[in-house]
């Protein structure tokens, strides 16, 4: 049974920052393109981050690019978010979440979709 456990939210005032991590089990983690995405009360879910296989080559949404890095530790089946310079526009539910990618170099895109979801954790950004 695959499994995409997020931990490491919680408050924190703005301008900090938080690391999320994304634990995985189940499945061969490496085979995987790996995506953060974030839910505000109100609003839709959006993409925030992702990472191909190899964790060489990353993307960004506007909004968090240059304030938040995404990396990922394969032997270690995880996935993180570095969250600097947090704003209270940044609170959210953060999910992870995995599809399966191309070539190990490929881009950070799953070849066809995200096909595992995790459940989420709380980021609270206090002006």
């Known amino acids: 049974q695959v499994q995409l456990v997020e931990s490491g939210g919680g408050l924190v005032q703005a301008g900090g920052s938080l690391i999320l991590s994304c634990a995985a089990s189940?499945?061969?983690?490496?085979?995987?393109?790996t995506g953060w995405f974030r839910q505000a009360p109100g609003k839709e879910r959006e993409f925030v981050a992702s990472?191909?296989?190899?964790?060489?080559?990353?993307y960004y949404s506007d909004s968090v690019k240059g304030r938040f890095t995404m990396s990922r530790d394969n032997a270690e089946n995880t996935a993180y978010l570095q969250m600097n310079s947090l704003k209270p526009e940044d609170t959210a539910v953060y999910y992870c979440?995995?599809?399966?990618?191309?070539?190990?170099?490929?881009?950070?895109?799953?070849?066809?979709?995200?096909?595992?979801w995790g459940q989420g954790t709380q980021v609270t950004v206090s002006s």
């Open positions: 189940g499945l061969t983690f490496g085979d995987y393109v």
């Open positions: 990472i191909n296989r190899c964790g060489g080559n990353s």
């Open positions: 979440r995995a599809g399966r990618g191309s070539t190990w170099h490929g881009p950070p895109v799953p070849t066809l979709a995200y096909e595992h």
